[in-house]
């Protein structure tokens, strides 16, 4: 037979499943909406522009990028938290970091062209070390 402690226990955990489904969601709500902003901040590729230039725009918007990340998790997603009773939960931590590195990096286009272009340059893409 079931007790009213083991239900009022399996309520519990579905209740906090539900408050971290949500703080997720509105997580990914943010990153969505932020993310495409910080990306037309920056210039895209200019193929004409020196290798130093746009290693100096690449660095400007990692900086950029690591620094409203940084906004984004300390004073939004942490008084959420603590608003919705999540507080030093590792399972929100963990899918935080996972979400904000996919979606925060992965919508930088421009960020990722540059990054493109200039692998394709590196000195060490001549030298044929592996046979193909």
Known sequence: ???????SKNNINYTIMLKIL?????????LFIVSPILDHAFSPL???ESDL????EIIGQIIALTIVW???SEFF???????????????????????????????????????????HRHPFRFLNIYED
Do not use: C
């Open 1 to 7: 037979m079931v007790s009213v402690l083991q239900i």
């Open 46 to 48: 200019h193929e004409e």
């Open 77 to 119: 997603i942490i008084k959420l938290n603590n608003y919705l009773g999540l507080k030093d939960n590792k399972i929100i931590d963990k899918a935080r970091n996972v979400i904000s590195a996919v979606i925060m990096v992965g919508l930088q286009t421009h960020l990722v062209s540059k990054l493109e272009y200039l692998t």
């Open 22 to 30: 949500f703080a997720t969601v509105i997580y990914i709500i943010v």
């Open 70 to 72: 940084y906004i984004i």
């Open 53 to 56: 230039e746009i290693m100096l």
